[in-house]
Structure formats: C-alpha cells, structure tokens
C-alpha cells in the first residue's frame, strides 16, 4: 500500500458508524500521516434512527476532527452517495491535474468498503458491481485495480478510486472492544462463539429497552433463557424439541446487523471518549514505533553476531 502513495491524492478511510471509536485503526494515523485524508461513516442506516441525538453526535464527531472531512454513508442511498461524489469532484478540480485524480479507500475489515466503491461506481457513472462483497470479513484480499467514479471531460480524466484488502487492528485494548468488532462483522463469526456474542448484544438491546426484543422474548438478562424464547418463536428446534442455541444466537446477531433490532451505537461518543480515543492511539503508535526500533535493533545485533562468528572461523 505504501508503495502506491505517490501517487493516491486522497486517502478514504472507512469506519463503521455503529462503533465509531472501536473501527479506528491507529496504523492508518501511523502510516498515512500527512497525507490529505477523508473519514467516512458507513452504514448510517444501520446506527441512525435518524433523532436528534444522532445529529448532534454527528456533529460532535465532525468537530472533534476538524480539519479533516467526515461524512456519513448509506451506500443503499444514492442522495448520500452524490455527497461523497460532489466531495470527490471537487478535491479532484481543486488538484488542477489533466491526468485525473486517483483515491484509495482503506479501513477495517468489513466496515463496507467495497459496498462503497460499488454504491459510488453505479451512481457516479452508472455501472455495474465492480468490488466483491460479503458478510464476512477478508473477501478483498488484495489491492484491487482503480474503478471510474466519476466520468471525465474534455480538459482532464475522470475520479478513479482504488480498493484495499480491510486491515486489522493490530492490538484490541479490551475484551469489549473485541466483542463490538465482531458483533458488527469485523471478525470471523468463528472466532468467538454466537452464544458470546448474542449475550453482549442482549446486554445492549437492555442499555436500550427491551422492548426491543419483545417479539421474541420477555425482559431478561439470561441469555439462555432468552435464545430459548427465541428458539421456541423461530422454530428453531433441535430433536426432542430441544433448542437449537447456536443457531438462535446466529439468527438473532444477523438480524441486528442488518438493522432489525434496533438501529443504535455500540461506542459511547462524547469529547471525553473520544479525548480518551486520541490518547489511546497515540500511545499505542508510540509502542508501536518503539517496537519496531526494537525489532531493527535485534536484527542488527543479530546480522552483527554473524559476521563476527565467520570472521572467527
């Protein structure tokens, strides 16, 4: 990726808009420094019920990261897709260029980059899927060839944008943060277990109200009493009429992601969260770097070791 730098004029960075904080990857703010960069929240609609409180936070992040652009995205909605493209043609014809303007999109595993490129693709020039797409993480697994968004004229090329396989963070502070990260696809669903999984999420379906669930099952906090319920309501059922557990949890985690109970965040958004954030990632790129100077040092010592072992024999 870095190699290709040269000759990218702007950086899209994808983050998922349900866990804003949590799908930040700190070694995009590593090694993407200084470059002109633009943040998008995908999946709005699966995070927004569209209330005042969603506003303000929205604008309490596009404050916070002033004098970086942020948009926020629903790639099934073309009125918020022709936002990012009128952002795209501009930052392309202030770039005064004849040979046209070359972007890449990068993020974390999942946070719905190719649905982007695909959703800005049909839009910006009205063609068809260009980006494989997939509910779980790791279908782009290479950098991908730059696709056309917006067309051309007589004077310079058109906007292309540039794929990138999702990258993961490289350290996950906390057993919660990891639970939104695969809650909201980022990680494989075999890594942590469905029943894991639908207990955090029955744990903030409660922060919200119950009722969210209420279809399914009765107030609670026992997530085997609740995919129980589930099961029963779902037909879901094993031999015997035993529950099927997994496959209730499964079920019920799918129906989130796309937006069926409930639409809110799992990240709390303040200033204080997201000061806390900054430093966060701050310190992680500080032992990040030491760790490399680390590295180097070793196999300097090592390369040095070599060389005296070979001039002694």
Known sequence: MKTMLSSIDL?????????????????????????????IYTKQDL??????????????????????????SDHKNPRSIKKILSFAADHAA????????????????????????????QVGVHKGKAAQTGAQPGVTRKIGTTVKIIEGTEEKEGVYLMDTPGVFVPYVPNAETMLKLALCGSVKDTIISPTTLADYLLYQMN????????DWAEPTNDIMNFLAAVAKKTGRLQKGGLPDIDASALWMIQRWRNGHLGKFLLDSVTEGTLDKDRMDVKNLSGSLSQARRTARDVRRQRSKSRGNTQTEI
């Open 11 to 39: 950086i899209i960075e994808c983050r998922d808009y349900r866990v804003p904080l949590s799908s930040r990857n700190p070694l995009f703010e590593a090694n993407l420094a200084g470059r002109e960069r633009l943040i």
């Open 47 to 72: 995070g927004s019920a569209g209330k005042e409180q969603d506003r303000l936070r929205e604008e309490t992040i596009r404050e916070w990261y002033k004098p970086t652009s942020v948009l926020f």
């Open 207 to 214: 922060l919200q109200t119950p009722a969210l669930y209420r």
């Open 94 to 121: 202030a770039g005064n260029t004849l040979t046209g303007s070359r972007m890449m999109i990068v993020g974390m595993p999942n946070v719905g980059k190719s649905s982007l490129i695909n959703a800005l693709r």
